[in-house]
């Protein structure tokens, strides 16, 4: 079975709380009506963990997480989103009209489904720190492979101290990254709110992987904007890292609230 997360909408992204799709009750079944876009695997999932909102109490209180297979009567998937990179994943816009589902299929309680999507961020977050550790160490040894090779005003690419030191420095970043992620981990796995520290994964993440990728793409001269390259992949592929999933600045503002610095 493919699933697929439906929380973002055409007016909600940044602000989730925000989302307009509701279910209402009628009699042992929920009946679905809104929409939502952006959604990874839209077009060949099974089913989805669909936010919704459920009640008319304060935006934080008054969502659920409803399991919908998409196969339902009523739904239809739109058009598949043509983007920049990330080719290989589909992007799926969902319909939901008059999309009836046994109230079997609420996860959890009902109106903790906001919360329960907070919760999942952090393991998302730290999901995209992991992500990006292989393709960062794979981008560095690539990139002084090519660079070692290649001969330019009679001598390696790699041999200009600029070039070496700039991808010792960011080889240092990615370390740090690293050592970031592993903590946040283990104490995730110790059953603690890493809340701040997934956040500042997610934010370093994708900033490094845009930082590490333009870099490298650079060293590789013409050839870093071919498609023959792995690297000219790297930089389309990661760009939506500070995006999706919540963007830098969502971050940043959540590292602002733990730190007690955002305004009121
Ligand atoms: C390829 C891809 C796959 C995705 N997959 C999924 C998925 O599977 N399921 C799903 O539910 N969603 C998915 N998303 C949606 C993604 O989570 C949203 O795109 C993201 O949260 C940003 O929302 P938005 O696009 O509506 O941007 P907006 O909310 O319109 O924000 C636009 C920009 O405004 C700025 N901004 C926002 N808030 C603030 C702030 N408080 N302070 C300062 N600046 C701010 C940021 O720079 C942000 O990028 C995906 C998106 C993409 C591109």
Known sequence: MVACLGVSEPVAGSDVANIKTRAKKKGDD???NGSK???TNGHQADWTCLLVNTGDGPAHKNKSLIC???DSEGVTRGRRI???GMYCSDTAELFFEDVRVPQSNLIGQEGAGFFYQML???EERLFVGAGV??????MIADTIEYTKNRKVFGKSVLDNQVVHFRLAELQTEVELLRSL???ATALYVQGQDVT????????????LVREVSDACLQYYGGMGFTSDMPISRYYRDTRVLSIAGGADEVMLGIISKCMGSLPK
């Open 30 to 32: 929920y009946v679905i």
């Open 181 to 183: 992620l592993y903590r």
């Open 82 to 84: 043509d983007k920049l």
């Open 196 to 207: 701040r520290l997934a956040s500042m994964v997610k934010l370093k993440a994708g900033r």
């Open 37 to 39: 876009t952006w959604i």
């Open 120 to 122: 999942q961020f952090q």
């Open 133 to 138: 550790l292989l393709p960062l160490d794979m």
């Open 68 to 70: 919908v297979p998409l």
